[in-house]
Structures are given as C-alpha cells and as structure tokens.
C-alpha cells in the first residue's frame, strides 16, 4: 500500500508538472491558476461560464468595472447619466485607449460591440441578456455614446460589468478570430492559447492604465480531478486553486503555508427537466423529483457542509431572496403518491448529463430517486461536451434521450433578473439561452417582466417572491444548493478576491 500511495504522489506530482510547464518560460514572475474547467471560448460575450469569465478577466473591459467593495466604478467610461425617463443613458469614454491589436477604442467600437449582440443572426451565447431591454446604441460624437432601452431596467449598470459588455476589438471580431485570440484592452493580453493545455497571459505595455499591478504573466490550467487540485496546492505548483475542493478545505485551514477564503456565494445549482419529454411534461411528475431529493444530504456528501440547501431558484445574497420559503422537505411517500397520481405508480426511467467535476451529485442523486422508483442514467461528460448536449434544442435532445442536464447559474450581485431571465424565460429556451428544459409558463414571463422595469425596490422585490413561488410550484428545475464561493491561495498571494458566484479576479494579485 505505501508503494502504491507513493507511486499516487508521483504520478499526480508528473501530471501538475506536465501541465503547468511552459518551455521557454520563466515561473519567478508567474501566477499559476489551476480551475476546475477549460475555458469556453476567448469571446466575452459568446459565453456564460464563470471561470472562463475569471480566465478572461484581465484581458478584457468594459464600460463600468466592480471593485473589491463590489461597488461600481469607472472603466473605459469616466461619466455616465441619464435622462429623466431612465430609458437614454449617455456615457463618456475614456481618451487615448487601444485595443491590444492597435484598433482604437472609441464610440464607433462600442457600437459596434453592441450591435453584434442586437443582430440575432449572431447568436452569440450571450446576447440575449441585452436584447430584451436594449433598443439601441449610438455614437454622439467620438468620445460619447448613447443607449436606449426599451424599458426601464434597474440593473443596467451592473449589467454592463458582465461578459457581453466587456469590449473586443473590432477588428478581431470582423476577421473572425476572436472566439480562439483574445483581443481587448485590459491590463494583461493573451500571450499564448494551447487548447487542452493552458492560458498565457502577459501584461499588456500600452495599457491606458499603466503598469499593471499583478505578476508579470498569468498562467492558466485546468483539471476535473479534485485531488490534482489539492496536489497542485500543496507543492506550490499552483498559487491560486479555484474553486478549491470543499473535500480538502479542512486540510488548508490547518496549513500555515496556504490560506483558505470561504465567502457566501450566488451559484445555485439544479438539475433542469426536460419539460418537452414526458413524463417530464407532468408538473406532478416534476414535484415528486424535488421531493425525493435529500438536499441537505447532498450538501453534507458533496460540499462537505460549504452550502446551503436551495429553498429558491434565487441564492440568499441576491437582492429579493425569499428566506421564508420551505417549498420541498424530503418525503419519498409524497414522492411515489404524486407518481402514482401522475400514472407512474411504479416510477420511470430518465438520463441526466453532468460534468464530471459534479458527477457525484448524479450519483448520488441516482441512490436516492431509486427510492421512489426512478431509475436515472448518470452521464458524465467532459465541459465542452456537457456544454453542447446541454444547449442542444428540443429535437436534439430528444434524439439523444436527454432528460435533465445538473448545472448551476449565478446572477451575482447584478440582479434577480439575470437569475429569472436566462433560465426560466420563454424566450431564453436554448440554444438561445439557459433554459435547458424549454420551460414555458406566461405567467412567470409577466412577472420576470414586470420586475425587471420596477424601479421601486421594495415593489419589484414583492414581484420576485411571486416568482420564486411560481417556479418552486411548477418545478422546471430540482433546486439543489447553493454553493459557499471556495478558492484558496499560497500564503504569500495577496490581491486575490471573488465575486459571488466563483468568478475570482487576479489581475492585480502578487506573490511576496
């Protein structure tokens, strides 16, 4: 058993270092992030994967920017305003600013950053969360832009901090290359991209900003494998884990040489119904999956205690969160008489599709509906795989029998809207949006709506505890838990932080 033990040590010992080397590359200046996931694509706005937001993050702007305090600040706008009515917003841009290619950022680039999310025939990941209340965006004059919205919407600032609103180069993008070569204005640019292997970023000389804070070079990997990550830590082969394993945290907190943050985060994460596919279709089949799910003890397997059971499809830190609801207790008697209700007295077979970094949650969901009779087929899938199956449309995913796909989605600290909207909107079925069980319900669409141009905020907070209960009763998702944002760190990195949801920012981390 030792020898086995050792040659285990060796063996992950090989792999951190396979994968984090870089030929030709000095280590003294680098920050080596190890993640959980490869990254979607290098274009901010066709993805929606909150590490590949993180990886993105110091090459690329947007209008307005958050800081630690997670308030909002000045980025490549200096002044906003808008008009009495809350439907034109006018910005003024900063001066002298290039994209890393030499294009220069002006209203026309924001234009046109704009517009390739307005154009429909795009289809870029991102867009939809703009279409909806974003009419237009014009260039006054050079340094001046204007946007109106088709509605009032209350989170259109915080909105224009997240992907589809940070800036790529015009000219990236027309030639095509951006998806695969990262182009923006950030502190950092992208030195090299080996799909499958690792992200290089290096500081960027002609940033407006000066001489970035953070390392010379950021050096991005990734891993599903739980112990890799720990390993990785451990022998310093990596400063910044994230998300760290909830399984090792306890082992970090005791280390001196490492340090462990563990903040409330903004993930929920779920398992989405095919609501297409029968028995699916069935609001009662759909139920007796939610109470035949053991929340809590998913929580104490799988997290280790690091969330808390969802009673909601918002998380408690996002604005309008109804702490007061108990919608689902675990109850396979309640379980097996909706089935039988429904015509499924001797339950029914579905799939589910998972990444393999949250396989567990798959299995164990599988020992548990197995209670009241569900037999349910674990798939696991790498991410790019997982993400094209779970995006497919009703017919594709018909084809392939999927049932339910087991995600999570964070808003963050910008709004309920961006909870509501992407996952449980008519219109946001996919592959247009997050919807993955094209989930229709006219009534929710009204209240998603009519929240979203509420300016009061105690107003469109009633709404939105409408709406949490309209979904917990109509059960498009088995609402799972959400997640304590985990990342963890060398002891001599400092300038790391989060913002809830995962999405850590490293820019101007340095190890001392």
């Not at 937001?53 to 209008?63: K, Q, V």
């Not at 002044?79 to 009495?84: G, I, L, Q, T, Y």
């Not at 030639?175 to 960027?204: D, M, R, W």
């Not at 579905?350 to 164990?364: K, P, Y």
């Amino acid at each position: 058993m030792t020898i086995f033990a050792n040659n285990r040590i060796w063996l992950l010992s090989s792999a951190i270092a396979a994968t984090l080397a870089v030929p030709g590359v000095s280590l003294a200046a680098t920050l080596n992030v190890m993640q959980s996931e490869a990254p979607r694509s290098m274009d901010p706005g066709d993805q929606t994967a909150t590490y590949t937001a993180a990886l993105l993050d110091p090459m690329y702007e947007g209008l307005i920017k958050r800081d630690p305090d997670l308030s909002l600040k000045p980025a490549l706008a200096t002044e906003w305003s808008s008009d009495p009515s809350g439907l034109v917003w006018t910005f003024k841009l900063r001066q002298g600013v290039k994209f890393q290619d030499g294009t220069p950022f002006d209203a026309d680039a924001v234009v046109k950053n704009f517009n390739r999310h307005l154009d429909t025939k795009r289809g870029l990941a991102a867009s939809g969360r703009l279409r909806t209340f974003l009419d237009s965006v014009t260039a006054v004059d050079a340094g001046t832009v204007q946007f109106k919205l088709k509605t009032k919407y209350p989170a259109f600032l915080a909105l224009l901090t997240t992907g589809p609103c940070l800036m790529v180069s015009p000219t990236a993008d027309a030639a095509g290359t951006i998806g695969s070569k990262a182009v923006g204005t950030g502190p950092y640019k992208l030195g090299e991209y080996k799909s499958g292997e690792y992200v290089l970023e290096v500081k960027n000389p002609d940033w407006w900003g000066g001489a970035a804070k953070g390392e010379d070079q950021i050096k991005w990997t990734w891993t599903a494998e739980t112990s890799v990550m720990n390993m990785a830590l451990q022998t310093a082969d990596a400063d910044v884990i994230n998300p760290f394993p909830s399984a090792f945290a306890q082992q970090v907190k005791a280390n001196p040489e490492m340090k462990l943050s563990t903040t409330d985060g903004s993930a929920v994460f779920w398992v989405s119904l095919n609501t297409k596919l029968k028995p699916l279709d069935d609001v009662r089949v759909r139920q007796a999956l939610n109470y035949a799910t053991d929340r809590a003890g998913i929580v104490k397997a799988f997290m280790q205690g690091f969330a808390t059971p969802a009673n909601s499809p918002l998380a408690p830190v996002t604005p309008g969160y109804d702490k007061s609801l108990a919608p689902y207790s675990y109850d396979i008697d309640k379980a097996k008489q909706l089935l039988k209700e429904a015509g499924y007295p001797d339950g029914f077979t579905m799939s589910t599709i998972v990444q393999e970094q949250e396989a567990r949650i798959g299995e164990l969901l599988q020992a548990m509906w197995a209670k009241a009779g569900i037999k349910l087929d674990v798939r696991k899938m790498e991410s790019g795989v997982w993400s094209k199956a779970a995006f497919l449309d009703p017919a594709g995913k018909e084809k392939d029998g999927i049932g339910s796909a087991i995600a999570s989605w964070s808003s963050g600290v910008n709004g309920a809207d961006l909870q509501f909207r992407p996952l449980y909107y008519s219109k946001s079925a996919s592959p247009a949006g997050a919807n993955l069980g094209f989930f229709s319900d006219p009534k929710l669409d009204e209240l998603v709506d009519k929240a979203a141009s509420t300016l009061d905020e105690t107003a469109r907070n009633a709404i939105y505890a409408d709406a949490q209960k309209e979904v917990n009763d109509q059960a498009p998702h088995v609402l799972l838990f959400t997640k304590q944002d985990l990342f963890a760190t060398r002891a001599n990195v400092a300038g790391v932080w989060v913002i809830p949801g995962g999405q850590v920012v490293v820019k101007d981390a340095k190890k001392q």
